[in-house]
């Protein structure tokens, strides 16, 4: 369980890289209400602590918003955002999503598509792949608010991937993005 824990966090991590660049555009994380959190916690899910991680960077800005692990399959859910005062401009979603999605060896995608998120626009990608030494299934989707873009990633043993995708869809459904 440890290990998928840490793919996780390294997979958020690189992703919050290419969300911001090497530059620290960055002036906020996004705040979403309550809602999301409790679905999970409704459902077992356990909160990650990322509070050791964040505290051995120079000042946890690459960090992910929050992460959540099942305790049936040590599946994890992982919330990023990237804000800014202003509109946010830059790479479309499917851009970062590929960008996000070079980090797997052996990708295999399974689909994608665009959707509407909370009323903004998201892309969705379902694909399965090794990272490091994991082969796992997972879905990743890119949501682009006028001041922030998040990353919601479900990371899962392909054997319980179906079983509890419906999960991290009722995440996503319950968010509230700004």
């Known amino acids: 369980m440890k290990s998928l824990s840490f793919i996780l966090f390294a997979l958020v991590l690189t992703s919050c890289s290419v969300l911001v660049g090497q530059v620290k555009p960055v002036e906020e994380k996004s705040a979403n209400s309550p809602t ?3 679905v999970l916690e409704r459902l077992g899910w356990k909160q990650l602590d990322l509070s050791a991680e964040s505290d051995a960077k120079d000042d946890g800005s690459d960090s992910p918003d929050a992460a959540w692990q099942s305790p049936k399959s040590s599946a994890v859910i992982s919330l990023n955002s ?9 790479r479309d979603l499917k851009q970062v999503t590929e960008v996000l999605l070079s980090q797997w060896d052996n990708l295999k995608k399974e689909g994608e598509r665009p959707l509407t998120v909370g009323g903004y626009p998201a892309y969705e990608t379902v694909a399965s792949g090794d990272y490091l030494t994991s082969h796992r299934k997972f879905e990743i989707l890119v949501v682009k608010s006028p001041t922030c873009i998040y990353d919601l990633i479900f990371v899962s043993p392909i054997e319980t991937f179906d079983q509890e995708v419906s999960v991290f869809q009722e995440f996503r459904d319950s968010l509230f993005l700004k």
Do not use: A, D, F, L
Request: one cysteine or more; aromatic letters at 0%.
């Open 36 to 38: 999301g959190k409790n």
């Open 82 to 90: 990237v804000c800014r005062r202003g509109r946010v401009r830059g």
